[in-house]
């Protein structure tokens, strides 16, 4: 099983559409999250770090659920411009010696 | 100017050359990463450098090798280029002390191996 496994998509959404994406990790250990996003054949930029908590960004939701080993990214109100890859990224490992490992990514095309 | 820099930003090579591709940073992080990306496999860690001193192997090492040369320099290299290592490569950078230790990448490296 990958250590981070993500549904690849593509995932076809009208404007103004709300959309949702999980994320699982299978190392308990694991110690940060985040969301990229990576436009075609560039370099993946954050999105937002996953807290605890659950943190919010303008139309961008993020939740961590450690029982259940997922986090989880919400769109609202889907832009053109969102049309995209996203990436969940894990720091696995303890302490300061953690790896960051990426899913596979998920496709987001959002038409008018 | 970027903070992450990678050179080349496009190659295209033979089989069985040797290439080199260099990767610079300003961010002053001690933490450098050198990834591989193939259409539908997401990014995969090749080799890591938590310090000059450290150099660690990723999930696909083999037929890679990597110098850290200073801080600010880590170098891919590829001893005898094959065609399936034909991919986009990327180098980032993360520092733990910051934030939650997000990455830092550079433009990419696109490698064409005929």
């Known amino acids: 099983r990958k250590e981070v496994e993500q549904d690849p998509g593509p995932f076809n959404v009208p404007e103004g559409a709300t959309v949702a994406f999980n994320c699982t990790y299978s190392n308990s250990a694991s110690q940060s999250f985040f969301w990229y996003r990576q436009d075609c054949r560039k370099e993946p930029k954050l999105l937002m770090s996953?807290?605890?908590s659950g943190n919010e960004d303008g139309r961008f939701t993020a939740q961590l659920n450690r029982a259940s080993q997922y986090i989880s990214l919400l769109i609202r109100d889907s832009k053109l411009s969102d049309s995209a890859t996203y990436l969940c990224v894990v720091n696995r490992g303890s302490g300061g010696s953690y790896i960051p490992t990426f899913g596979r990514g998920t496709s987001l095309i959002v038409h008018p | 100017d970027a903070d992450v820099t990678q050179t080349p930003r496009n190659r295209i090579t033979k089989t069985g050359k040797r290439i080199m591709l260099e990767c610079s940073q300003t961010?002053?992080?001690?933490?450098m990463y050198w990834y591989r990306q193939d259409p539908g496999l997401g990014l995969r860690l090749i080799y890591y450098?938590?310090?000059?001193?450290?150099?660690n192997k990723g999930e696909i090492s083999d037929g890679y090798s990597v110098s850290r040369q200073a801080q600010a320099k880590f170098s891919l290299s590829l001893e005898s280029a094959i065609p399936n290592q034909t991919a986009l490569y990327f180098c980032a950078t993360s520092d733990p002390g910051q934030g939650y230790g997000e990455l830092f990448f550079g433009e990419g490296s696109r490698l064409t191996v005929l």
């Open positions: 450098s938590f310090d000059v001193k450290d150099i």
């Open positions: 961010k002053g992080h001690d933490r």
């Open positions: 996953v807290y605890s």
